[in-house]
């Protein structure tokens, strides 16, 4: 669901480990996922989808799960960089609109 | 290539000023169109979303409004901006294809004193 009025939770990781960030949608008619990524002061940043007949897709160093019993998503990001430091956004397509998810700020530990 | 811009950048603008501000998308025709506001630290807010030249639908009743006057052209307008209007502004949208991503555009910054 949407929690725009809430501030951003903090997942901290050790650099080259893997990340795994959480994310729970509201709409059992969504039928299409996606993730973002966004970086201090610019646009979010399309990283992968997923459309709700499937329950895992993989990408270049992501991969995202899709739990539709529970209406959970995950992001997980192997060996994490520090260039994936950044506020990452799950969003539920629901007919013509995007809804986004609270996100979550993604900070790497050197 | 399809493209999405925004301007301005930043704006700075005293309370009770008007408001415009502009999105135009490149390489696509009769995409879906979308406004959303970032406050600092938060997540996105959808405000607004055109199907078509002429058709807005509106989330979130406040002081704003949003005009699609050509099929690529979506604008952001206020007759009296609030402290509450500042945040960043965020233009998206998404092609006519069977593709439902939706891709943004830079932002813009709005600040209101």
């Known amino acids: 669901g949407e929690s725009v009025g809430l501030h951003l939770p903090t997942l901290s990781v050790q650099e080259g480990d893997n990340s795994i960030i959480n994310c729970a949608y509201s709409?059992?008619?969504?039928?299409?996922f996606i993730w973002y990524k966004q970086e201090s002061g610019k646009g979010p940043q399309f990283i992968i989808d997923i459309r709700s007949n499937m329950d895992k897709r993989q990408g270049q160093r992501v991969t995202v799960l899709l739990n539709k019993t529970v209406k959970h998503l995950s992001l997980q990001i192997a060996a994490t960089q520090p260039g994936d430091s950044a506020v990452y956004f799950c969003a539920e397509n629901i007919g013509d609109k995007i809804i986004f998810g609270k996100g979550t700020r993604l900070h790497i530990l050197p | 290539s399809q493209t999405i811009h925004q301007w301005p950048a930043t704006l700075v603008q005293p309370v009770g000023s008007p408001l415009s501000l502009e999105c135009t998308v490149e390489?696509?025709?009769?995409?879906?169109l979308y406004w959303y506001r970032q406050a600092a630290g938060r997540g996105l807010q959808l405000l607004f979303y055109?199907?078509?030249?002429?058709?807005i639908s509106s989330e979130v009743p406040q002081n704003l409004s949003a005009s699609r006057p050509q099929d690529r052209q979506f604008i952001l307008s206020s007759k009296k901006l609030l402290l509450s209007d500042s945040g960043f502004y965020l233009c998206a949208y998404r092609g006519a294809s069977a593709i439902r991503t939706q891709y943004f555009g830079p932002g813009t910054r709005l600040l209101v004193l």
């Open positions: 390489g696509t025709s009769n995409p879906n």
């Open positions: 055109s199907v078509g030249i002429g058709q």
């Open positions: 709409n059992s008619a969504s039928d299409y």
